[in-house]
């Protein structure tokens, strides 16, 4: 339904950018790096190789050296952000769209939902990552299960910050104002509940996203998932943990520095929204 | 009130003062992320001794910062500047460090605010929280003998069984009682001053009238002096001898309770006591 | 036939503490409020004041007992009608912001129980009802845009209460709408209150703590101990001659604002856990 | 003990409230229930997934009718009930099975590896306590200041970087350029053998064993991959620790506990003991996260513990090493959260003395 | 204790090694991978075995490089199919039972007991063992093992550990019904008549031999081995150079420079036949055409990638089969990418072939994936889209090779027999088990065939160059690198010569 009025909302993001600077830059950090991994013309091709060139350390011809096969890193560190931060975008919106109508059900009164929580305290206890690494694994190392994998990592966590999000906005004071005015249990879960759930809802995502790296850099690093010529930052951690040993840092240094900053800028925005939201509306 | 409790200023009793608290232009302002806001502008205002002062004002004007400021309790992001803070017997404390201001507070000022419940630690008996009241301010008195004395205190604000009390945990006690241990525990020491911030607020009225007896009770019966903050005007008429008006940080009236309530003369005092509603009579509503 | 009538309501809650007893909060309240008639229930924390302004709503079921307003028994309606018979009855409460959904603009929450109830109505029209109904209770009408968060305290009040009026309800139940307010908007938001009821004649449940406000505002006022209604009576007659004693004890805590009759207080020796520190105990 | 019906104030008791006993006994009963669908789970994964054990387990060279034998040894030709009832029966016997690669019985593989990841673990999350509860309560003590913006700053780094890469960092660091830490290759010298087995946790077994070398060896190993995880759980941990404790500093009781002119200590100290129930419960928390979580770090560090050994039970397509890694991971969580709730239950006066 | 420099826990006795990962257990008969064959090799005593005197610098010990082990001689009878073996007298194990023909006899019977393993499977058939009856005795102390048909590989069959001789006695004693052949305890248990004795073993974790008392042999120096499993390969290396162990397995490649630059260690190179090859399966249309495999091979730089990868430490491998088992190989897979587009356009393929290339980093090795990466630069050179994809999990490689899934893979091969007739049977004829890529001639199998029952000699080598001509002709394998025998060892340890089974004769290194 359309609102009868509407307060105004631009002047947020402008609160959000003055009073948060961390999350401002971290925000424009992935932006760039988004955009520079898609479109920017890299100094190399990243999937090139060169024999003659390997181990190179940091320089003026290759600003983060070259890995063991003489790939320029620095070339293999932007362009790792096209593949890592589209599975983690993608998994996170596939624990969106799986875990918000699930949350909503479990939200529901009755044992149904009592039963559903629980069954997720079980299946909670389980080690994630072996889990999903089993999971990409004895699939045949499908990307799509990396997908998969985040999802079922995240999805219990949006299903129960859902639930108790809603079941202590449901004692709220104004839900019982709607009820009270006659609003059809639709017109209460869409209007009233839902919108109040979507600031947390909106942290809770950019942790997934944060988390949904941190994972998928882990699997990489196993030789599980993204896989080898395509650049991944996990997977040139792997690639450079044995050359630290040699004091060739710089493979592994960068590429962890990479995952790093993406999940301090995810971590951080996080911060500030939860900041707003916690400052405006309650 | 028990002659076990520790009186530390009885030698001074001779010479206090009239005045037991004389505040002069008391400023706070305080650093938040959207800005420095400064909720009490320039406060003047003074405790006689054996008064009960009331300080009146709608909310957010600033009363309980006023009180934090003059015991330094407000937190590292605020600033607090006055001219003079005069406790008796302490002199003028405004440049008081925080650890002097450690043997002021409780010892010279005792302090009861709102919520008891909140005031209490929930983690630990209440025995335990006499005992360490006793502790902080080196009394040298042992456990035994801070229990006695405890159990004392409880006697003296009308708790019936004080050992059940002393054994057992905040949460375990009605609102009234939760106050009343605060009481007991604030003036454990003997403060010859207390501070109430809104002690009755949240209570039910035939507790809040109890509470409001005790806490003048003590006062009358054992010479202390009070300020009494309370958004309350039955209370102020009904328990205080003097009271000040504040409105934006800032005192704009000052004087006997009579005079105050009966001829308020700012127009901010005019249009509190012109609220009160009373029965047949059109309420004075100022939009 | 009043207005409303409530009769022999019980309602027991499970404890809310596990191997707590249960609580039983209401224990056969009967009450009656008239149109244009405003009754007051005033009585301890926790007596049950607010669970009968609920019952009296339907907000809550009850276990047994009847509610019937303007003629339907509340209790035999299903859920649709149910929700239907709510544009004739709406509730205040105490704490103006929590009432009001954060996340909408002023403007919204007021055209609420329009939308819901009379989706008839245009926009246009609902939005000029809004403003009227703001104009009313004394909102700017720039505030319409504005967020809950964004308005004092009084402000957000008289929301809540354009919120109540605006489907022009026969019946309202106030649970302590202005004691969280400082008194000098206490005063107005009263004023606007009995305004408004003078207007249209609508049946008012008023809970409160506060004796000089039900003073005021009241036609009959209910007093309830325990779960129980103790003792009913038109206003000046329960101040002039309390017959229960709860009452009397309620009455002496009051404290006048006026420091012209400081009277003595009186004792009620409901809360055995406290030594009596006045003289003058009754029961 | 009931002083008084809570009665007569605004001011509600805390909600959580039951007797010790219930609580235990109700956290069991669901305990039970819960380890019963971690076990079905557990094993769904290991039945449902393609592949075929059977030949790996023949190896090579086999012929297909010695891989249909290895398959009726193992019971594969069966329908899925009935292996399922198999399975149940074995667990309860304390049979987790045979690991397809190493032939040894599951139970011993998890009771020779698991001791190596309890220690590291505990020690981590211990350490991670201690260090982030620190960081974490100066920055709620001086909020705003600069002890707390440099906290902030560290936890937020640590908070964001792998635990793996961290792990490998530390290695580069403190091993290779700086030759403090032993090598990241295992829980001992090269030339050192562990002690005679009494818990399987090697620094206890040196210690009942009297061999103070060894010993400390093991602490000396241990450095390294305790760090790395401490590291980064010490900033979950000060992250907590700054707002539960900022939220106990701000509370009435320690501002009326300065009114009463208790020393900044005590009021510390008051703060804290309100907010240890939530440090607690995370402690718990990121201990039963780690028992597998902690796999890859184990990995970097040549840890021989049940994280290692899983994710080459992975790799090795070893199911019943999987399938033993979930329902042990599984339990131990499990009975984590009920050990949890318990002694919260006790430290808490709120929940205790109800 | 180590070698080294640094703290010695015990004597100079002791040898220290780490290894990438050490056997789960120890039965001969159950394939387990190749720590296991290095750990049997360890205490396993052969009729015959390699002698290490006759090794040279570029190439293996090969299948005549054979001395007496427990057999003190050996007659052949005219036909070629009789090896008759005079047993050592007075030979005792480490429990102390004599050596006797029925040892014999009940190893091998032991061996037959699991057809498909790697004794009866490969190793015994290729060498043309009688299943019937693989062994007879003459007496006590004399035996014969029977041959079908000639073979030049019969005695460095009988050299290779697994097919040692046990002590039947003691193995006897350990029998039970459902286990006749004692696998569970010889799966813990050494019982042979080598030098060394299985002192202790953790599955997986850690082995330890000690010297056998009652070993006929003179007492070697090194008296106790530990093995132990360190499957990180820098930090082997690290171990190595910081003198903790005496020699490691598999060291890093990228790290070998450092291990010789250090004081206390250094590499060993020597020549081995182990060779990283670029595998296909041949059933697919696109490789099925030999001009295709041939552009392949020439559009590969083999060079740069043993400098860069290899860092030089490995050789390309530009001949057929391993140069290690003969020299003067015809030369194939010149770097010449004019060439290869040439065929490939001759293939009528020069638009855009499209090939998926897959990888385990467990074998060839860790670097497996940057010469994914490198081979994938030069087929795009000339116009080959290799489509890149690693395999985490070994199992699911070794799977996937079996079963022909993988179009094109990264692969390493070195057979257990340094012969060439015995390679190009394994690796190419069609009915090896180990012929993974699937190719199949026929007139290459006649031809293998006949190799397979010729004793060494010009006729032998006449045949084999015949079929090395196909294989030239087709480079059913590409093969990438000539990767020599490479161990990380401690500079004070002298005497490792590299064995044709992988193993270390222990018994004569000597420090100093
Ligand atoms: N720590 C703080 N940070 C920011 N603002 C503060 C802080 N403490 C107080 N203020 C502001 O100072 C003003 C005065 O607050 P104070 O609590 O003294 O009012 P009060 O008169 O006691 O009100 P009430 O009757 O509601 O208790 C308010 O506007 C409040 O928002
Ligand atoms: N949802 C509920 N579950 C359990 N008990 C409840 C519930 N709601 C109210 N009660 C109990 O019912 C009793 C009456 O509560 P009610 O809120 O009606 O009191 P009240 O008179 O409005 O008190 P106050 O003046 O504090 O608002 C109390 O003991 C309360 O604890
Ligand atoms: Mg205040
Ligand atoms: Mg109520």
Request: glycine content about 8%; aromatic content about 6%; overall charge negative.
């Amino acid at each position: 339904m359309p609102d009868v009025f509407a307060a105004p909302r631009g002047h947020q993001l402008r609160l959000l950018v003055k009073q948060h600077p961390g999350a401002t830059v971290g925000v424009a950090f992935i932006v760039l790096l988004l955009l520079a991994s898609l479109f920017a013309p890299l100094p190399y091709d990243p999937t090139a190789t060169n024999g003659s060139n390997a181990l190179k350390a940091p320089g003026a011809e290759h600003w983060f050296g070259t890995d063991g096969a003489g790939g320029d890193v620095f070339s293999r560190v932007i362009s790792a952000a096209r593949i890592d931060l589209s599975l983690a975008l993608a998994g996170t919106l596939l624990s969106l769209v799986v875990g918000l109508p699930l949350g909503l059900v479990a939200s529901g009164k009755g044992r149904a939902s009592d039963w559903l929580v629980r069954g997720l305290d079980a299946f909670q206890a389980f080690p994630l990552l072996i889990l999903a690494l089993a999971l990409v694994s004895l699939s045949g190392n499908r990307l799509y299960m990396v997908v998969v994998a985040i999802a079922l990592i995240n999805v219990p966590r949006y299903i129960r910050l859902m639930r108790s999000e809603i079941l202590s906005l449901r004692e709220s004071r104004f839900i019982e104002a709607a009820i009270a005015m006659g609003a059809t249990p639709g017109r209460i879960t869409f209007r009233h509940l839902l919108p109040n759930v979507w600031g947390i809802v909106l942290v809770q995502t950019s942790l997934t996203i944060a988390n949904a790296i941190v994972v998928i850099a882990s699997l990489s690093f196993l030789g599980v998932g993204v896989s080898a010529p395509t650049p991944s930052w996990g997977g040139m951690i792997r690639d450079g943990a044995g050359n630290m040993s040699s004091g060739e840092w710089w493979i592994a240094g960068f590429a962890g520095i990479a995952v790093l900053l993406c999940v301090l800028a995810f971590n951080q925005l996080a911060d500030a929204i939860g900041d707003r939201t916690a400052r405006t509306y309650r | 009130m028990s002659d076990l409790s520790v009186a530390p200023l009885a030698s001074a009793a001779e010479d206090v003062p009239e005045t037991v608290l004389d505040v002069r232009n008391l400023a706070v302002s305080i650093r938040t992320p959207d800005g420095v806001v400064n909720p009490v502008k320039g406060v003047d205002l003074s405790v006689r001794k054996g008064e009960i002062l009331g300080v009146v004002g709608e909310s957010g004007c600033g009363k309980s910062t006023t009180i934090k400021g003059v015991l330094k309790l407000l937190g590292p992001n605020s600033t607090v500047t006055a001219d003079r803070i005069e406790l008796a017997g302490h002199g003028d404390i405004s440049g008081h460090s925080v650890k002097q201001m450690r043997g002021v507070r409780g010892r010279a000022v005792g302090f009861v605010v709102q919520n008891p419940f909140g005031s209490l630690n929930p983690i630990y008996t209440i025995e335990r929280q006499f005992y360490e009241l006793q502790k902080a301010h080196g009394t040298g008195v042992s456990k035994r003998q801070s229990r006695d004395i405890a159990l004392a205190m409880l006697d003296g604000v009308g708790i019936v069984r004080p050992e059940r009390v002393l054994d057992g945990y905040a949460h375990q006690l009605s609102g009234g009682m939760a106050q009343r241990v605060v009481i007991a525990l604030a003036t454990t020491l003997s403060p010859p001053l207390l501070f109430a911030d809104e002690p009755t607020t949240g209570l039910d009225a035939t507790v809040q009238a109890q509470i409001l007896d005790l806490i003048s009770g003590l006062v009358r019966d054992e010479g202390r002096s009070m300020l009494l903050v309370t958004h309350d005007l039955g209370v102020i008429a009904q328990y205080c001898q003097r009271v000040v008006v504040m409105y934006g940080g800032e005192v704009v009236e000052e004087g006997s309770v009579h005079d105050v309530m009966v001829t308020p003369t700012h127009p901010y005092t005019q249009k509190l006591i012109g609220s009160v509603p009373k029965p047949g009579e059109k309420l004075n509503v100022a939009r | 036939m009043s207005l409303v009538e409530i009769s022999d309501v019980v309602k027991t809650f499970a404890a809310r503490q596990r191997g707590a007893d249960p609580v039983q909060a209401l224990k056969g309240v009967s009450l009656s409020v008239d149109e244009g008639e405003t009754v007051a229930i005033i009585g301890e924390s926790g007596s049950g004041k607010s669970t009968l302004g609920k019952a009296a709503l339907r907000l809550i079921d009850v276990d047994s007992g009847s509610i019937v307003v303007d003629g339907d028994d509340l209790g035999s309606l299903d859920a649709r009608r149910m929700r239907a018979k709510r544009a004739d009855m709406q509730v205040v409460f105490q704490e103006p912001f929590e009432s009001l959904n954060p996340r909408l603009a002023i403007g919204s929450i007021i055209a609420e129980p329009l939308q819901i109830h009379r989706p008839d109505l245009g926009t246009t029209e609902i939005r000029r009802q809004v403003v009227q109904t703001m104009e009313r209770v004394g909102l700017p009408e720039a505030s319409a845009n504005r967020l809950p968060g964004e308005l004092s305290g009084g402000q957000q009040q008289r929301v809540g209460i354009a919120r109540a009026v605006i489907s022009r309800p026969k019946f309202l139940v106030l649970d302590e709408p202005t004691s969280s307010l400082d008194l000098s908007i206490r005063a107005q938001v009263l004023a606007l209150l009995a305004e408004l009821q003078q207007e249209s004649r609508m049946a008012y449940l008023f809970v409160s703590h506060d004796m000089h406000t039900v003073e005021w505002i009241s036609d009959r006022i209910a007093v309830m101990y325990l779960g129980e209604v103790v003792e009913t009576a038109p206003t000046r007659q329960l101040f002039d001659a309390p017959t229960h004693a709860y009452t009397r004890t309620l009455l002496s805590a009051r404290l006048s604002a006026d420091p012209r009759d400081r009277h003595a207080y009186k004792a009620f020796a409901g809360d055995a856990t406290v030594r009596q520190t006045s003289s003058e105990a009754s029961t | 003990m009931t002083l008084a019906p809570v009665k007569g104030a605004t001011v509600r008791t805390p909600r959580r409230v039951s007797t010790p006993w219930r609580l235990v006994l109700g956290r069991l009963g669901f305990l039970v229930a819960a380890l019963f669908g971690v076990m079905t789970l557990s094993f769904l994964l290991v039945s449902v997934t393609p592949g075929d054990p059977a030949r790996l387990i023949a190896g090579p060279l086999a012929s297909d009718s010695q891989v249909e034998a290895i398959e009726a040894e193992l019971g594969l030709d069966r329908p899925l009930g009935e292996r399922y009832v198999d399975y149940v029966a074995g667990l309860v016997k304390g049979d987790l099975g045979t690991s397809y690669y190493s032939k040894q019985p599951i139970v011993d593989e998890i009771a020779s590896k698991l001791p190596a990841t309890l220690s590291l673990v505990l020690l981590a999350v211990l350490l991670a306590a201690v260090l982030g509860v620190v960081v974490g309560s100066l920055g709620a003590y001086f909020r705003g200041r600069w002890p707390d913006s440099v906290g902030r700053l560290f936890t937020g780094i640590f908070q964001a970087v792998p635990d793996f890469f961290l792990g490998l960092i530390l290695i580069y660091l403190l091993f290779f350029v700086a030759g403090i830490a032993p090598a990241p290759a295992g829980q001992l010298a090269f030339s050192e053998s562990p002690p005679p087995k009494v818990t399987g946790a090697i620094p206890i077994d040196a210690l009942v064993a009297g061999d103070t070398a060894l010993f400390v060896s093991s602490l000396q190993h241990l450095v390294l991959p305790v760090l790395t995880l401490a590291l980064v759980y010490a900033a979950y941990f000060a992250k907590t620790a700054r707002t539960t404790v900022g939220r106990a500093l701000n509370s009435q009781q320690v501002h009326f506990a300065r009114a009463m002119g208790l020393r900044e200590r005590t009021v510390l100290r008051y703060a804290f003991v309100e907010s240890r129930t939530t440090i607690v419960t995370y402690a718990g928390v990121i201990f039963a996260a780690l028992l597998g979580g902690e796999a890859i770090v184990e990995k970097v560090f040549a840890w021989d513990g049940i994280g290692t050994w899983a994710l080459n039970g992975i790799l090795r397509l070893d199911l019943p090493v999987v399938q033993g890694m979930v329902l042990v991971a599984g339990a131990l969580t499990l009975i984590t959260y009920t050990l949890l709730d318990i002694v919260v239950g006790l430290l808490d006066p709120r929940i205790k003395h109800a | 204790g180590g070698g080294g420099g640094s703290s010695d826990g015990g004597s100079d006795g002791v040898l220290s090694l780490a290894w990438s990962s050490t056997p789960t257990q120890l039965d001969p008969n159950v394939y387990t991978g190749l720590s296991w064959v290095h750990a049997v090799d360890g205490f396993m005593e052969t009729l015959v075995e390699y002698d290490t005197s006759k090794a040279s610098d570029d190439t293996v010990l090969g299948v005549d490089a054979v001395k007496p082990g427990l057999a003190e001689s050996w007659e052949v009878s005219e036909d070629g199919k009789r090896y008759t073996f005079a047993l050592r007298k007075g030979v005792k194990s480490e429990y102390g039972n004599e050596l006797d023909a029925d040892d014999v006899l009940w190893s091998f019977e032991r061996m037959y007991s699991n057809p498909a393993s790697l004794q009866a499977g490969v190793l015994l058939k290729s060498a043309n063992v009688d299943p019937d009856e693989p062994v007879t005795k003459i007496d006590s102390h004399t035996v014969r093992v029977n041959l079908t048909a000639p073979s030049a590989i019969a005695l460095s069959v009988l050299a290779y550990p697994i097919d040692g001789i046990l002590d039947s006695d003691e193995t006897k004693k350990h029998v039970t019904k459902e286990d006749p052949w004692a696998a569970d305890w010889l799966a813990k248990n050494s019982a042979s008549f080598g030098a060394y004795k299985v002192k202790s073993m953790d599955p997986g974790k850690e082995i330890r031999l000690e010297y056998n008392e009652n070993y006929w042999g003179e007492k070697p120096e090194i008296t106790e081995v530990i093995a132990k499993a360190v499957p990180d390969a820098s930090a082997r290396a690290q171990l190595l150079m910081s003198g903790d162990v005496d020699a490691i397995a598999e060291p890093p490649i990228d790290q070998l420079k450092k291990i010789d630059e250090s004081a206390n260690a250094e590499v060993s190179i020597q020549p081995d036949s182990n060779r990283h090859n670029l595998s296909f399966n041949l059933g697919d249309k696109a490789l099925a055409d030999p001009r295709v495999r041939k552009a392949i091979s020439h559009a590969i730089n083999r060079e740069a990638i043993v400098e860069s990868i290899y860092q030089g430490y490995a050789k390309p491998a530009n001949s057929p089969q391993a140069s290690g088992l003969m020299a003067g190989q015809p030369e194939t897979g010149a770097y010449d990418p004019a060439l290869a587009k040439k065929l490939l356009a001759e293939a009528g393929v020069d638009n855009g072939l499209k090939i998926d290339l897959s990888f385990s980093t467990a074998r060839p090795g860790p670097y497996a994936e940057n010469l994914a990466r490198l081979v994938q630069s030069d087929l795009k050179a000339v116009g080959i889209t290799a489509n890149v994809k690693g395999v985490p999990s070994p199992a699911d490689f070794e799977a996937a090779v079996s079963d022909r899934t993988m179009q094109a893979y990264l692969y390493s091969e070195r057979p257990s027999q340094p012969d060439l007739g015995f390679s190009l049977f394994l690796y190419l004829h069609s009915g090896s088990a180990l012929n993974k890529v699937g190719f199949a001639d026929d007139e290459f199998d006649s031809i293998i065939s006949k190799v397979l029952v010729t004793e060494s000699g010009d006729e032998r080598d006449a045949a084999i160059a015949e079929a090395m001509d196909i294989v030239v002709e087709n480079e059913p394998i590409i093969s990438l690198v000539e990767m020599p025998d490479l161990v990380g060892i401690s500079s004070d340890l002298k005497g490792y010569v590299s064995l044709p089974t992988g193993g270390m004769k222990y018994d004569e290194l000597k420090r100093g």
